[in-house]
């Protein structure tokens, strides 16, 4: 997600970031087995039950019927006599009822939740443990670790990944053949070059920025701080330390820094990516790069059609050739309600559409990105997704606590990168101030 639906921590990373900008089938065994494993009635079997009902909460705009239908489809003859309701949720003010519902009698059996907001359901005891039947569920030796790592709260799994989204850099191709730059840049030492480069070329347009890099989006900012080998904050005898002002992490808040302020215009360090619209600044002209997701590549071109057929995309490099930067995932993971009667069930339907074969139809019909490395080659047959799907592979995610909602909805991060980019205190100063604030709020909750 961006700076728009900060409040929302990384629910919804594609269909809200689209309003922000402008408007294989498990066997009847598994089904079992999966029935003997979560409930004490081993003997009740699947063609035995009758006018039962799963209550399945999505998000809005995300899965649609196209897809889950199929999956309903396929869950109803592994259970006949049951049906799927499919309920559809709004993002705003989700955190509150999903709470209330998981703590009540009667939840939601299943439940899509912001791959960043599993720990906080899961601290309030709302959320069935998965991790015993981890080996049960697809995919999972090798999903997407930035849906993975968040849905992992002390020791146990509580959420099973669903769906991704990220960030890639989106170039103006003419922009660059007129720079005389030929190939995108595969390290941040070119990306510096690339942009003297473009700087020199469109000196005569007014507020042009190289590479548009507002200086509160840390989505895209630390990528760079993951590319030097530092990190947001680490566990130490149960308890999260900030790690902001580590060496490493030091370093690559400096190289933020550098990127931002030789890039992007001086009035850009305090702002985020919706004021003004990095969308239209790039489609104006003003701008040869941006990092933005695959729904923004529509936008631009709704802005300037003229573009159309003239944008690419890159990953964004990191400090060597053969390491891109890791890249932030938002996304969805799906979880089980603790209180839930129909716990087997629920999990042959998490199974199922987070099977293969529902997640390659999730990528085709809906655009949204599968849950594991396995499934990204997929990215090669749809339009202009390469590179997002490229970048999914190496994946990187926040602190794994109820406390990040906390982070989140007070702007730490926001205000650390803006604070860096404006440059007005030593970069260690920033992350050490950070870093104590985290040490606060991260362990707050637990």
């Given at each position: ?71 309903n489809a396929a869950f109803q003859k592994e ?30 059996d299943a439940m899509e939740m912001g791959n ?243 997640q390659l139809a999730m990528a085709k019909v ?81």
């Amino acid at each position: 997600m961006i700076e728009g639906r900060k409040a929302l921590g990384s629910r919804g990373f594609l269909a809200r970031e689209t309003q922000v900008k402008k408007t294989a089938i498990s066997s009847a065994a598994v089904a079992l087995a999966a029935l003997t494993a979560l409930s004490p009635v081993a003997a009740t079997t699947a063609s035995a039950q009758s006018s039962h009902t799963l209550t399945v909460w999505l998000m809005t705009g995300e899965i649609t019927p196209a897809v889950s239908n199929q999956v309903n489809a396929a869950f109803q003859k592994e259970y006949p006599g049951w049906k799927v309701n499919i309920e559809i949720q709004q993002w705003s003010g989700i955190s509150t009822k999903l709470i209330a519902g998981l703590a009540g009698s009667n939840p939601p059996d299943a439940m899509e939740m912001g791959n960043t907001d599993v720990s906080e359901f899961a601290a309030s005891g709302g959320l069935e443990n998965l991790a015993r039947y981890r080996s049960q569920l697809p995919n999972s030796s090798n999903w997407l670790s930035g849906l993975e790592g968040p849905a992992a709260y002390k020791g146990g799994l509580y959420g099973v990944p669903l769906l991704a989204g990220d960030r890639v850099v989106i170039y103006n191709k003419a922009m660059f053949a007129k720079a005389g730059i030929t190939s995108p840049p595969k390290t941040i030492d070119q990306l510096l070059n690339d942009g003297t480069a473009l700087k020199n070329a469109f000196r005569s347009v007014k507020n042009f920025s190289p590479l548009y890099f507002p200086g509160e989006y840390w989505y895209a900012g630390m990528p760079i701080v993951w590319s030097y080998g530092g990190q947001i904050a680490v566990q130490k005898g149960g308890k999260w330390a900030g790690a902001l002002s580590s060496k490493a992490s030091l370093a690559g808040l400096q190289e933020f820094q550098t990127v931002q302020n030789d890039l992007s215009v001086p009035a850009s360090r305090t702002v985020n990516t919706n004021a003004p619209d990095q969308d239209s600044v790039f489609a104006q002209g003003r701008a040869a790069m941006i990092v933005g997701g695959g729904w923004e590549l529509g936008a631009i071109t709704a802005d300037n059609k003229k573009l159309t057929g003239d944008l690419g995309t890159f990953v964004f490099p990191g400090v060597t050739a053969s390491q891109p930067a890791p890249v932030f995932i938002g996304g969805s993971d799906i979880g089980i309600a603790a209180n839930s009667p129909n716990k087997a069930q629920a999990l042959a339907w998490v199974k199922l559409m987070t099977s293969p074969k529902y997640q390659l139809a999730m990528a085709k019909v809906d655009g949204l990105m599968p849950n594991a490395k396995s499934l990204l080659s997929v990215g090669k047959t749809l339009p202009n997704q390469a590179d997002y799907y490229k970048a999914a592979a190496l994946s990187n995610f926040t602190p794994a606590t109820p406390g990040w909602a906390t982070v989140e909805a007070d702007n730490v991060m926001e205000s650390l990168f803006s604070q860096v980019a404006q440059g007005k205190q030593n970069v260690a100063t920033i992350a050490k101030s950070v870093d104590n604030q985290l040490n606060t709020l991260l362990n707050a909750h637990q």
